[in-house]
């Protein structure tokens, strides 16, 4: 006959177990408390050069002072006077390309005419979390010349400790248009924003009120989407930002670079393109470049396939038609996805002054061209 295994003495004394029960609970909860408060407190550095002004949100709507919200406004004046530009990455803190572009702006740009305006974490709060069940990494580690930088990889939407909770319908204001109710946090489902409307309305009404105070001539919001998403390596605009559009597109073609214009649809409202183009004066456009991460059939998403791009299941997809993109097995690395941005950026900037006249022009140096970041490294650009 079998023996019977029986438990520890210790263990049956009901006071013991329960204890130990607790115990468990209390670790599990200090470490991924832990990690939350971490993740919620962290700043990642930005090395803008010495001297380099900084304006900050709040100065465009004293509410946000001191919330999550505030971040921070980098400012490039050239001696020469010329147009403006605001570029904006972080709109979506899950983003990374559009994220990691703004922070090589603000450590590579040198401006020698007009004015270019860059905020890196659009949506600052959306950095302070990550988008539940989709199991994204927190930090991306880049090694560059003086060590390993971290990049925060945060969420598409406000953290609910911002802005909790989520209605079942989200109404649009002022346009009465019904959303899911998620879309509520989302920024880029919230502009013209609102003085005293939820968190993410007043982020927006920050943002509307910088480029109305500067008169910004030429806003771009910088995104990512997923490989099957119809609008990637596109330029969505406002039809005010047309002709721009247009001919800056013909020069990235003459580069070597796709982009197609999609001019942003009249009745879908909250978003940069149409809003920021209807209640500012400024040509706003949003642009996409393709991130599996983002994807509905991805495999692992973890910190490699944020930077690499590569993943079986898109080659897969790819071969059999499904995608907007060219993709192989050799993916699309986050040299390509920011080497696309920011040569757009630059193609854009110039633009201006051949469509508006030489009052308009902007000049700048120090960022890499699409070349020279697809045959190195981001990190080679990170201070
Ligand atoms: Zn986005």
Redesign the pocket.
């Known amino acids: 006959m079998k023996e019977e295994k029986k438990a520890p003495a210790f263990l049956k004394n009901k006071l013991v177990k329960n204890l130990i029960c607790l115990v468990l609970i209390l670790t599990v909860a200090g470490i991924t408390g832990w990690e939350f408060y971490r993740f919620r407190t962290y700043r990642e550095e930005i090395k803008a050069p010495d001297g380099t002004e900084i304006q900050h949100l709040s100065d465009y709507l004293p509410s946000l002072k001191g919330t999550a919200g505030d971040t921070e406004i980098y400012v490039f004046r050239g001696e020469q006077d010329g147009g403006s530009m605001l570029v904006m990455g972080g709109?979506?803190a899950d983003?990374l390309a559009g994220h990691l572009s703004a922070i090589i702006m603000v450590e590579n740009l040198k401006v020698t005419r007009g004015t270019v305006y860059v905020i890196p974490r659009a949506n600052n709060s959306g950095f302070t979390n990550n988008f539940p069940q989709e199991a994204s990494p927190m930090y991306i580690e880049i090694p560059t010349a003086n060590g390993t930088r971290t990049v925060v990889y945060g969420s598409r939407a406000t953290n609910p400790v911002d802005q909790w909770p989520d209605p079942d319908l989200y109404t649009h204001y002022p346009s009465g248009q019904g959303l899911s109710g998620a879309e509520t946090r989302n920024l880029?489902r919230s502009y013209p924003g609102r003085e005293n409307g939820n968190f993410t309305e007043r982020v927006a009404c920050a943002i509307r009120n910088f480029i109305n105070t500067n008169a910004i001539d030429l806003t771009i919001d910088l995104?990512?989407?997923s490989p099957e998403y119809p609008n990637i390596n596109s330029s969505v605009l406002h039809e005010r930002a047309m002709k721009l559009s247009g001919d800056a597109s013909l020069e990235l073609d003459d580069l070597g670079i796709s982009m197609r214009m999609e001019v942003s649809p009249v009745n879908l409202h909250g978003l940069t393109h149409r809003e920021l183009g209807d209640y500012t004066n400024t040509l706003a456009l949003l642009m996409e470049t393709a991130n599996p991460c983002q994807g509905r059939i991805r495999g692992a998403t973890n910190a490699e396939l944020a930077l690499m791009g590569k993943d079986p299941c898109y080659v897969k997809a790819s071969e059999l038609g499904y995608l907007y993109i060219p993709y192989d097995e050799n993916g699309v690395a986050v040299e390509e996805r920011c080497g696309r941005h920011l040569q757009a950026i630059q193609v854009y900037a110039e633009a201006l002054g051949w469509v508006f006249g030489d009052e308009y022009t902007i000049e700048m140096t120090g960022l890499p061209q699409y070349n020279d970041l697809i045959s190195a490294s981001v990190g080679d650009w990170l201070k």
Request: glycine share 0%; proline share 0%; no cysteine.
């Open positions: 709109t979506h983003e880029n995104h990512e989407a």
